[in-house]
């Protein structure tokens, strides 16, 4: 039997290593995705004064830090029983949408972007941000970079900083919102209103008029059967701050429907000795094993799960792409792994249109933008979607708000059992005895991977390699920053 | 002349320093255009064989970020060393420990029981647990790193040319550090870059005065006066004992430091340092009042030494 390892799998958050097992035919025999890592928050944020984990937490992703510290804000309000002003609650949803325009955006363009708009199998020094500006043109690439720093000034306006905000408390946030700050802000989320739309209209151009990589959409190698998870407003609609959890079985149809400090009567995770990351399961589907299908307990928290989840969205123009994707891939609930690039832009030109949404309402600037919690403090649960998956923080603490007890369950490790099928099935359609596995190849089982988990990206994936460029850089303000030609 | 080679790590960390580098935007092509980077798994196609298979020193710039938690993290960190000619701890987590290091006021075997048998969605009736070892298939075997005891930081592991601290280091500091190091003109072996020589109370713009204190609130307990001195008016700030360098970020919006920029210049523990800080201000001259109103700040230790256990005189608790 032969071993082949990607080790360690390149652009994706977090630290992973794929072993695939081919048998003596060189056909695939089995594929394990290994999260070799552990750090050890919920133990050693016991111990912690409560109103600090908004701060600690962060640090489990600096990609999505902002999902981390708005679950923990909710935990931490659950826990001291406050309920956040209006204003304070608009603010962290204003900055949280900022954060979700940013980092769907990032993903699309930066990481997944390279594989679908370059081509999976084009040659590695091609797969970046570069390859991507040859295809779709300089000004685009201009727009992206722009884009990204408008949406990390918005967040850093409200929460102090972009990496690791530090804006809420416990009943709100740290700081009002000025009227100048406002007016910046409006003018911010106008543009990312525009920047979805034009992102979809790529979308459509580039990759539904080619039949190559419509295919490759289409293609069952890149299909699921699972269960689906998103969180939901009242009319069932998505929404990424606060609501009801929501589950549908693979046909479509309402399994579970949840308050987020019910979540231990629906969730349960198993253990495996080969991985450091759990497998969240259904509970009242049980664990069957790294297999699809209602039997399976196995669900799914993406942007695709999030849309397969809910009735629709909460914005006319985001609602409009929700019906145009389900029509054109043939209805509701749809199992294709790659459509989850197109749901997640979906949700960027939805988290756009609610930014402008909030920022336009009149009491954005109101001051009152805390309640010093009175009660005692005891237990709590607060829930966020974050881009890459429902996201679960559970604190306990002793009557001064001391940590005692801390459950998390995160926002990828959700998809862990079904990121680890999609592989499996990703690398037994690929490589076979006639059909040894290529370096294209092995990169296209990545694909089957980066659908779930957003890496990274964005800049970093300027690399070397020689390729013809001549990029104008500008700020906000359309003044040339830079200009780079090789 | 060739372009410096340049590899980028992330060990124990969250990936933030990675954003930070990010952050340097569009500098990040002045970057590419100055140098090659050569390794870097959180956004090139290239693999653990590829660095294994440089020559020695064939590296200029190591920047590493994140703690030393397992035993792959702690054989990257050796195996960066010596293909590396400059070698920066990058960020908190690498330069002192970090968040992560938080994990030394606890114990390995608490964290493995809480994350693999106590939560309350954990369903493990066998009792199971990561091996470094598993067999599955016919005579294959997965393996994992091991889970150290204790969080370090890189200095503690190899040798450590520079650091650059933050969490996240600030983007404009980042693109200072880098550019001295691309410069050739190389400061003194062991200095602190992308950070500057007063504390965040120097950069802030909360006005001080010579208020002393009879009580400490923590932050959502009191509704403070924007313009003034936090820890005057009884919030726990590290900012005294903090290095500057972030521009007082998490205070324009009104929140206390936390120290994520490590001690300023001359000061080993920050920890001891705020300390003293913090003794200098309280209004009373009783012992049993002073312990009183100590009693204020519930978690000293974890507040205290927040980003920096792994370099503080405490390093861990230890068993009885």
Same mark, same amino acid.
Request: aromatic share 8%; net charge negative.
């Given at each position: 039997?032969?071993?082949?390892?990607?080790?360690?799998?390149?652009?994706?958050?977090?630290?992973?290593?794929?072993?695939?097992?081919?048998?003596?035919?060189?056909?695939?025999?089995?594929?394990?995705?290994?999260?070799?890592?552990?750090?050890?928050?919920?133990?050693?944020?016991?111990?912690?004064?409560?109103?600090?984990?908004?701060?600690?937490?962060?640090?489990?992703?600096?990609?999505?830090?902002?999902?981390?510290?708005?679950?923990?804000?909710?935990?931490?309000?659950?826990?001291?029983?406050?309920?956040?002003?209006?204003?304070?609650?608009?603010?962290?949803?204003?900055?949280?949408?900022?954060?979700?325009?940013?980092?769907?955006?990032?993903?699309?363009?930066?990481?997944?972007?390279?594989?679908?708009?370059?081509?999976?199998?084009?040659?590695?020094?091609?797969?970046?941000?570069?390859?991507?500006?040859?295809?779709?043109?300089?000004?685009?690439?201009?727009?992206?970079?722009?884009?990204?720093?408008?949406?990390?000034?918005?967040?850093?306006?409200?929460?102090?900083?972009?990496?690791?905000?530090?804006?809420?408390?416990?009943?709100?946030?740290?700081?009002?919102?000025?009227?100048?700050?406002?007016?910046?802000?409006?003018?911010?989320?106008?543009?990312?209103?525009?920047?979805?739309?034009?992102?979809?209209?790529?979308?459509?151009?580039?990759?539904?008029?080619?039949?190559?990589?419509?295919?490759?959409?289409?293609?069952?190698?890149?299909?699921?059967?699972?269960?689906?998870?998103?969180?939901?407003?009242?009319?069932?609609?998505?929404?990424?701050?606060?609501?009801?959890?929501?589950?549908?079985?693979?046909?479509?149809?309402?399994?579970?429907?949840?308050?987020?400090?019910?979540?231990?009567?629906?969730?349960?995770?198993?253990?495996?000795?080969?991985?450091?990351?759990?497998?969240?399961?259904?509970?009242?589907?049980?664990?069957?094993?790294?297999?699809?299908?209602?039997?399976?307990?196995?669900?799914?928290?993406?942007?695709?799960?999030?849309?397969?989840?809910?009735?629709?969205?909460?914005?006319?123009?985001?609602?409009?792409?929700?019906?145009?994707?389900?029509?054109?891939?043939?209805?509701?609930?749809?199992?294709?792994?790659?459509?989850?690039?197109?749901?997640?832009?979906?949700?960027?030109?939805?988290?756009?249109?609610?930014?402008?949404?909030?920022?336009?309402?009149?009491?954005?600037?109101?001051?009152?933008?805390?309640?010093?919690?009175?009660?005692?403090?005891?237990?709590?649960?607060?829930?966020?979607?974050?881009?890459?998956?429902?996201?679960?923080?559970?604190?306990?603490?002793?009557?001064?708000?001391?940590?005692?007890?801390?459950?998390?369950?995160?926002?990828?490790?959700?998809?862990?059992?079904?990121?680890?099928?999609?592989?499996?099935?990703?690398?037994?359609?690929?490589?076979?005895?006639?059909?040894?596995?290529?370096?294209?190849?092995?990169?296209?089982?990545?694909?089957?991977?980066?659908?779930?988990?957003?890496?990274?990206?964005?800049?970093?994936?300027?690399?070397?390699?020689?390729?013809?460029?001549?990029?104008?850089?500008?700020?906000?303000?359309?003044?040339?920053?830079?200009?780079?030609?090789? | 002349?060739?372009?410096?080679?340049?590899?980028?790590?992330?060990?124990?960390?969250?990936?933030?320093?990675?954003?930070?580098?990010?952050?340097?935007?569009?500098?990040?092509?002045?970057?590419? /255009?100055?140098?090659?980077?050569?390794? =870097?798994? *959180?956004?090139?196609?290239?693999?653990?064989? $590829? @660095?294994? %298979?440089?020559?020695?020193?064939?590296?200029?710039?190591?920047?590493?970020?994140?703690?030393?938690?397992?035993?792959?993290?702690?054989?990257?960190?050796?195996?960066?060393?010596?293909?590396?000619?400059?070698?920066?701890?990058?960020?908190?987590?690498?330069?002192?420990?970090?968040?992560?290091?938080?994990?030394?006021?606890?114990?390995?075997?608490?964290?493995?029981?809480?994350?693999?048998?106590?939560?309350?969605?954990?369903?493990?009736?066998?009792?199971?647990?990561?091996?470094?070892?598993?067999?599955?298939?016919?005579?294959?075997?997965?393996?994992?790193?091991?889970?150290?005891?204790?969080?370090?930081?890189?200095?503690?592991?190899?040798?450590?040319?520079?650091?650059?601290?933050?969490? /996240?280091?600030?983007?404009?500091?980042? =693109?200072? *550090?880098?550019?001295?190091?691309?410069?050739? $003109? @190389?400061? %003194?072996?062991?200095?602190?870059?992308?950070?500057?020589?007063?504390?965040?109370?120097?950069?802030?713009?909360?006005?001080?005065?010579?208020?002393?204190?009879?009580?400490?609130?923590?932050?959502?307990?009191?509704?403070?006066?924007?313009?003034?001195?936090?820890?005057?008016?009884?919030?726990?700030?590290?900012?005294?004992?903090?290095?500057?360098?972030?521009?007082?970020?998490?205070?324009?919006?009104?929140?206390?430091?936390?120290?994520?920029?490590?001690?300023?210049?001359?000061?080993?523990?920050?920890?001891?340092?705020?300390?003293?800080?913090?003794?200098?201000?309280?209004?009373?001259?009783?012992?049993?009042?002073?312990?009183?109103?100590?009693?204020?700040?519930?978690?000293?230790?974890?507040?205290?030494?927040?980003?920096?256990?792994?370099?503080?005189?405490?390093?861990?608790?230890?068993?009885?």
């Amino acid at each position: 039997m032969e071993r082949i390892v990607i080790d360690p799998i390149t652009r994706l958050e977090g630290h992973g290593k794929i072993s695939i097992f081919l048998d003596d035919k060189g056909e695939v025999a089995d594929a394990y995705f290994q999260v070799p890592e552990l750090r050890g928050f919920e133990t050693f944020c016991e111990g912690r004064p409560v109103e600090e984990l908004p701060r600690i937490m962060t640090r489990i992703c600096g990609v999505c830090p902002e999902a981390h510290h708005m679950a923990s804000a909710k935990a931490v309000d659950a826990v001291f029983h406050v309920e956040p002003t209006p204003t304070g609650k608009q603010l962290r949803e204003l900055m949280y949408s900022a954060f979700f325009a940013s980092d769907h955006a990032t993903h699309f363009y930066i990481l997944a972007g390279a594989d679908f708009l370059v081509g999976p199998d084009a040659p590695v020094a091609k797969r970046n941000i570069f390859g991507l500006i040859d295809k779709v043109g300089e000004e685009i690439g201009r727009r992206v970079i722009r884009h990204r720093m408008e949406c990390a000034e918005a967040i850093a306006l409200i929460a102090g900083r972009q990496v690791h905000p530090v804006c809420a408390l416990p009943g709100g946030v740290s700081k009002p919102l000025s009227e100048q700050e406002r007016d910046r802000l409006e003018q911010i989320a106008r543009d990312a209103v525009k920047f979805g739309e034009l992102s979809l209209q790529l979308f459509g151009d580039l990759v539904l008029t080619n039949p190559a990589y419509k295919d490759l959409i289409l293609s069952p190698t890149y299909a699921q059967q699972t269960y689906y998870m998103g969180t939901v407003d009242e009319h069932n609609q998505v929404n990424f701050y606060d609501g009801d959890i929501r589950v549908v079985d693979p046909a479509g149809k309402q399994f579970a429907r949840f308050r987020p400090s019910e979540y231990t009567d629906y969730l349960a995770e198993r253990v495996e000795p080969w991985t450091y990351l759990k497998f969240p399961y259904l509970k009242g589907v049980g664990w069957k094993g790294f297999i699809p299908g209602p039997e399976s307990g196995v669900y799914q928290a993406t942007p695709l799960s999030r849309l397969n989840a809910a009735d629709g969205m909460a914005t006319p123009l985001a609602q409009a792409a929700y019906e145009n994707m389900y029509d054109t891939l043939g209805g509701k609930p749809v199992h294709l792994t790659l459509a989850t690039h197109w749901a997640r832009l979906i949700e960027m030109l939805y988290a756009a249109e609610r930014m402008l949404q909030l920022v336009q309402d009149p009491q954005i600037t109101n001051k009152d933008v805390r309640v010093i919690p009175s009660e005692t403090p005891d237990e709590g649960v607060g829930v966020v979607e974050a881009p890459r998956g429902t996201l679960y923080h559970h604190y306990q603490t002793d009557s001064k708000g001391i940590v005692r007890k801390v459950n998390l369950i995160v926002g990828t490790t959700n998809n862990h059992a079904a990121i680890c099928m999609s592989i499996k099935r990703a690398a037994q359609g690929l490589i076979s005895a006639d059909k040894p596995p290529t370096p294209g190849v092995l990169n296209m089982i990545e694909m089957a991977f980066r659908a779930y988990d957003p890496c990274l990206a964005c800049a970093t994936h300027f690399l070397p390699g020689e390729m013809p460029l001549d990029l104008w850089v500008y700020d906000a303000q359309g003044k040339l920053l830079y200009r780079v030609t090789r | 002349m060739a372009k410096p080679q340049i590899a980028l790590y992330w060990a124990a960390s969250c990936g933030g320093c990675e954003i930070a580098a990010l952050d340097i935007g569009e500098r990040v092509l002045d970057l590419i /255009a100055a140098a090659d980077i050569v390794f =870097w798994p *959180a956004a090139m196609d290239v693999k653990y064989a $590829d @660095l294994e %298979a440089m020559p020695e020193q064939s590296i200029d710039v190591c920047l590493f970020n994140g703690a030393i938690r397992t035993s792959e993290n702690e054989h990257l960190a050796k195996l960066l060393r010596a293909k590396s000619k400059i070698m920066v701890a990058f960020g908190s987590c690498a330069t002192e420990g970090g968040i992560p290091a938080l994990a030394n006021l606890t114990t390995r075997e608490a964290i493995m029981r809480n994350a693999y048998q106590a939560t309350p969605t954990t369903d493990n009736p066998e009792g199971l647990r990561p091996q470094m070892e598993h067999a599955v298939l016919d005579g294959h075997t997965l393996t994992l790193p091991e889970f150290h005891e204790s969080v370090r930081a890189l200095h503690q592991i190899v040798r450590v040319d520079y650091s650059v601290p933050g969490c /996240a280091p600030v983007g404009d500091r980042v =693109w200072e *550090a880098v550019a001295t190091i691309l410069s050739g $003109d @190389l400061p %003194a072996p062991g200095s602190v870059l992308g950070a500057a020589q007063k504390t965040v109370c120097d950069e802030c713009d909360h006005k001080r005065n010579e208020k002393r204190i009879r009580k400490f609130y923590r932050p959502h307990e009191i509704e403070t006066d924007p313009t003034l001195c936090l820890l005057e008016q009884g919030v726990i700030c590290m900012g005294p004992a903090t290095r500057a360098g972030c521009g007082a970020a998490c205070l324009r919006v009104n929140m206390p430091c936390r120290g994520c920029y490590g001690p300023p210049p001359g000061v080993v523990d920050q920890g001891a340092h705020i300390l003293s800080a913090v003794g200098s201000i309280i209004d009373s001259q009783d012992p049993q009042e002073i312990e009183e109103i100590m009693a204020g700040i519930p978690d000293p230790a974890g507040t205290f030494y927040r980003f920096s256990m792994s370099n503080s005189l405490l390093f861990r608790v230890r068993e009885r």
